[in-house]
């Protein structure tokens, strides 16, 4: 981040930026949770750690058990753990693998849980073929230990139909089969290899709009981002896992950056019988928030209460 832009953000806002990532809707988060004095909350997309940090400030009586599946969150926040002194403890995990993590590490059912769904700021930033901004192989995997195909695999693989469909579900891209159609004839020539030679393609086959505020690359680079890390499926199987591992009264609370994550949210809080939906209304980031994060824009807040018995 720019000094610039540091020097006009609102005191509180600033105070929670980290070169990392900047956590989006923090009072919404702290709100939503009722934090109360005792309990334990378990956030599992440590990222950064803004929000595990929010909590944990906020409520000095309190614990947290967070996760994250990118090691280098992991490392990272082991500064936070030495910060916290014994209230925050850190794991290396997939959050669809709840059940099982919790097993291992003989864990208890919590009082809150937090997810906040999709990338980090730092991971666009450093990590293969997440941005086309900069030339890399393109990978897109947030952990290439729990997934072996890449990015570079799917568009090199996939039939033109199937590059059609997954730009179109994940990336609700309108000229879906028009690239899908240029990226089979660009890697009959040469294999496609790296973030630039298939933005560059992209580029060649999107009519250029004014009324398309976005790079034209950036919804094939996020249904290729969401397919490879299994984005929606791990969603959908952690939240059945996360409403078991509530006690009564325990809030959940989760923020959606895409259409299909927030869906997935939605019909699970509202078919749950064991929780009681808090927000009938999605949830978004207030203008002041907006004015110093663009990303907070696309953030969709639901939250919901485990029911007594
Ligand atoms: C938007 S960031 C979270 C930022 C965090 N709330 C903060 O305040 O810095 C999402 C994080 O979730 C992690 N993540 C995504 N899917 C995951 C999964 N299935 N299991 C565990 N971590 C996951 C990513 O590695 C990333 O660090």
Redesign the pocket.
Known sequence: MTLMTANKMPKQILERTTD??I?VMVDQVLEYLSLKPGKVYL??????????RAILESQPDCRVIA????PI?IDRGQAMVDEFEGRLQLIL????LLYRIFKKQKLGKVDGILA?????HA?ILSKDGFSFNRDTPLDMR??PSFYRKTAGDVINTFTERELRDLFSRYGQETYAGRIARSVVEGRRKARIRSTTQLATLIERCVPKSKARKIHPATRVFQALRIYV?H?IE?ISIFLKQAADHLNVDGRIVCISFHSLEDRAVKQFFRSEDSLEVLTKKVVMALEQELSVNASARSARLRAAQKKGV
């Open positions: 990392y990532h956590p956030d599992v997309t440590f990222g950064g750690g803004g929000h595990t996760f994250d599946w990118d969150a995990g997939n959050f669809a906040d769904f999709g990338t980090s991971q947030m952990s890390n984005e791990n």
